[in-house]
């Protein structure tokens, strides 16, 4: 039986697409998929033992996310990140986080500062135990908490777009050395405002930290370009 799903793809039901969605958006967002990398469909069926309907419709989602780009007749690559756009994203992202603070400010309960205290400790083993990538998995989630307690739907949306455009080169402003444990600190004076319900305090302690996100973004992009065999992008 074939329907056509929202993007206007048709879609034979049977092939389960959402599931070749997710699946799909997990590997190019973990890195499994490298940029520029090409999305053959008929590859992608076999790897998740689906049809290649199911898999033209997932790559429409995400062409629609900004995560593959598609060009007639060249099919699907998962889409590159410039230096720029990487910087430009969290710029954005800085403006949205912002707005989203102020609102999880007002409304977060003391169970969910108790949450967000758990997630600092769990942080803090990670960084003990010198697991930077562990570190940034956990920091990710912190930052969900807080839009989850803000229950803000556009600005969580278009927050998560961006977060699945950057995690792809997140990892490396994690090498900067000093980087986590300054990142620590910092989480923990988000926690603290958020903790005496003070958007104003909340606010600054969630732009304080940005700002050091995007200065350690463009300390990686530097260094990287001193790598040799760089090239612009």
């Known amino acids: 039986m074939v329907k056509r799903d929202v993007t206007g793809v048709a879609v034979d039901v049977a092939e389960a697409p959402v599931d070749a969605y997710h699946q799909l958006r997990e590997a190019i967002v973990s890195g499994e998929f490298q940029p520029n990398e090409r999305l053959v ?17 997932a790559l429409v989602r995400l062409d629609q996310e900004g995560l593959v780009t598609r060009e007639l007749n060249r099919g699907a690559r998962v889409r590159l990140v410039s230096d720029r756009e990487a910087v430009e994203i969290e710029q954005v992202r800085i403006a949205l986080e912002l707005l989203v603070v102020r609102h999880a400010a007002e409304k977060v309960t003391p169970a969910d500062i108790e949450d967000l205290r758990v997630l600092l400790l769990e942080m803090r083993k990670r960084l003990e135990n010198g697991d930077p990538l562990g570190y940034s998995e956990l920091n990710a989630r912190f930052h969900q908490r807080i839009w989850d307690i803000a229950d803000h739907g556009t600005a969580g949306k278009l927050l998560a777009t961006l977060k699945s455009q950057s995690l792809r080169f997140q990892f490396r402003t994690i090498l900067r050395p000093g980087r986590t444990e300054r990142s620590l600190e910092e989480h923990r004076a988000i926690v603290e405002a958020l903790s005496i319900r003070d958007p104003e305090a909340s606010e600054r302690a969630m732009a304080q930290h940005l700002s050091h996100v995007v200065e350690t973004l463009k300390w990686a992009i530097d260094s990287n370009r001193r790598q040799p065999g760089w090239r612009p992008r």
């Open 41 to 57: 469909e008929i590859d992608l069926a076999r790897r998740l033992n689906t049809g290649r309907t199911s898999i033209r419709a």
